[in-house]
């Protein structure tokens, strides 16, 4: 399947099949595409939480509206920021390059986060949100649907998956098997309306 293809037939799905189990190859594969995905200095600050306990699956519906997909679709995948990573040892992100480029953004990286929360959030909730597309379109094209969520408890579930203080969750990504009829296609806004050229 092309990224095009992808793209057009990526719905979020309600219903999964409960009994569909994805390979242990499938997961990874589907997880070491998702790696592919850029952030900002490339500093990887995505936690990808794969909830396998089943029973932890169903305290974890419990805090998101009883939403079926928690428990029903293969993987659930909670994104999760370490809003810290531009700090743990920044070097190892640039392990490989040279060593004027490793004497220019280590610094650069330091500067860029340093004492501003909110821009250290900002750019968990960038590399998450563009990880969960990956996963979504990687999904895809290996013939699984999936649905992005974010409609939870997200303090009851940081406490039910042990959230460490300085990371942040940004949603769930659910894949699986879809079952039923296939959603039909969204209602979606003119183009007119949200490409704006130049200025606003
Ligand atoms: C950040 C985010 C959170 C969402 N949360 C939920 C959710 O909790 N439950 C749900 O059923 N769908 C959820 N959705 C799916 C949206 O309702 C859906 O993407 C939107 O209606 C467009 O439909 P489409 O994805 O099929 O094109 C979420 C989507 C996004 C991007």
Known sequence: MNVASAIQQRRAVRHFDPDHKMTKKETAKLLSLALHSPTAFNIQNWRFVVVEDMELRKKIKAASWDQDQVTDASLLIILCADLKAWKKEPLRYWRSAAQ???????????????????VQRDEAMRSCGIAAQTLMLA???????????????FEKVGELIHLPDDHAICMFVTIGKAIGDPEPPKDKLPMEEVIITDTF
């Open 100 to 118: 004027p480029v490793q004497e220019f953004i280590v610094p650069a990286i330091e500067n860029y986060y340093e004492g501003i929360d909110q």
């Open 139 to 153: 999904a895809q094209s290996m013939g699984y649907d999936s649905c992005p969520m974010d409609g939870f408890d």
